[in-house]
């Protein structure tokens, strides 16, 4: 059931995202007079298919990984005199141009609304106030302490842990001092720090505990929630709903105190007594490993329940319709520009391409994200429209960015880049995409 969910959060993903995508490219094609021969969401054979009364053939493919927009005319192809009118290669620069920009524009510009619904419907999160500090951390050496609640990073309100995880991630690899405003009671301090050229890997740790902090969580009893297909809590038989109440015969009351047990312990065997309803279960169980910011760590594979949270450590973000509009662009401009700035990073050195995904690892978070309820996968899905949005921008040869570069270079040139140079400038595009994707895939099933 829970590969079932994975599969079908990741093809309703890609699906809606791609649909959104292509929607624009059909929609401006449209407006500017093109006549559109196919309009398909997938790749490969179709599973289904019409011809609509517009005479676009409309078609769902098998491999639902993207899709295209297939117009009349494309390519330089051969075109009677008397159909020259309806033909993409035909149109002036001015339309083709918004033809092209149109599919990526409209990925931010759906995040942008996503995000703005979001702001006016209002969602509660849990305040920023620091749980636990790491000892020796960037956090510990500036100055930040349990307890304090986070108010501002470089000048900018953070409301959510959300808002912090963004401005730490914007600042990796900088040099320059960071600077925070946080309060504690009554008090309120403004704190800084080098940074340092500070880097992580982010698929191993989130900024905020890179930067050697932890969110305040409420106590939480050790009762497991989910069980992780495959994990050693899977293996040893551990069930949804089971509450520890020893652990190698120590009593345990706190998940808190569980997880300190697990970290030492990669690769041991533990004893577990859990309530399973009315009995008592003995049961052993062998720990997985796992590397967190280069440490060995044991991992359960189980997630706990989660605890209720007291109204006074709760913050609700909503907005009037006006200003949740603002705002929603502001999120989306703040997501493209973060986007943009890590891809230079990936590219510089300064961020691992480790870190780069692919599908596996965008079926795992969508599936996460729709098992949290509508928010978290609307807020997934704006993220990624943004990502798909600034990618398809970049100029490369294959993407909707390398497009509009020959678009810029047939500008200034007064007459297009010859077919050849094109055709090269594609293969070449072909292969870094390519590469790219293979890292991406490779990447995700390491971190199976």
């Known amino acids: 059931m829970e590969l079932l969910q994975t599969i079908t959060s990741l093809i309703l993903t890609i699906g809606i995202l791609v649909t959104i995508h292509e929607y624009g490219h059909f929609w401006v094609a449209r407006k500017c007079g093109v006549k559109v021969l196919r309009f398909s969401i997938g790749f490969g054979a179709p599973i289904w298919k019409r011809t609509g009364a517009d ?124 600077d925070m405003v946080v309060a504690k009671g009554n008090e309120v301090s403004r704190l800084s720090t080098s940074l340092n050229d500070w880097r992580f890997q982010f698929d191993e740790i989130s900024p905020i505990r890179a930067f050697g902090i932890s969110p305040w969580v409420p106590p939480m009893e050790p009762i497991l929630s989910q069980i992780q297909l495959g994990s050693a809590a899977s293996k040893a038989g551990l069930q949804p709903g089971d509450l520890i109440k020893t652990l190698n015969n120590q009593p345990v009351t706190l998940w808190s105190e569980v997880v300190t047990v697990l970290r030492v312990s990669p690769g041991k065997q533990l004893t577990l007594l859990v309530q399973r309803g009315p009995n008592l279960l003995e049961i052993p169980v062998t ?108 100029p490369i040869p294959m993407l909707d960015g390398g497009h509009l570069a020959f678009y810029a270079a047939e500008w200034a040139r007064g007459r297009p880049l010859s077919e050849r140079l094109q055709a090269f400038a594609m293969k070449i595009g072909l292969v870094v995409v390519g590469c790219l994707m293979v890292i991406a895939i490779f990447n995700d099933v390491s971190r199976l």
């Open 55 to 178: 005479g676009t053939e409309y078609v769902l493919a098998s491999i639902p990984l993207g899709g295209y927009v297939k117009m009349f005319g494309e390519n330089n192809a051969s075109v009677a005199p008397e159909e020259r009118h309806q033909s993409f290669f035909y149109k002036t620069l001015g339309q083709r141009v918004a033809i092209v920009a149109a599919g990526p524009l409209v990925n931010l510009a759906f995040a942008a609304i996503a995000y703005a619904a979001l702001f006016a419907y209002g969602v509660t999160y849990p305040k920023p106030i620091v749980g636990v500090v790491e000892s020796g951390s960037l956090a510990d050496s500036i100055g930040i302490q349990s307890g304090m609640d986070l108010i501002e990073i470089d000048g900018r309100p953070v409301r959510t842990w959300e808002d912090i995880n963004l401005a730490l991630a914007a600042r990796v690899g900088s040099l320059s001092e960071i």
């Open 287 to 394: 720990l997985d490993r796992k590397i967190v910011n280069g440490e060995t760590i044991g991992y359960l594979g189980a997630n706990v329940a989660n605890s209720v949270w007291p109204a006074d450590k709760q913050v609700t973000v909503q907005m009037n319709p006006l200003a949740s509009i603002v705002a929603g662009g502001e999120k989306m401009l703040q997501m493209s520009w973060l986007t943009l700035t890590s891809i230079g990073k990936l590219f510089t050195g300064v961020v691992s391409l480790d870190n780069l995904s692919g599908p596996i690892t965008i079926a795992k978070v969508a599936s996460a994200s729709a098992s949290s309820g509508i928010e978290s996968f609307i807020n997934f899905l704006a993220f990624i429209s943004v990502s798909l949005g600034v990618l398809n921008l970049l």
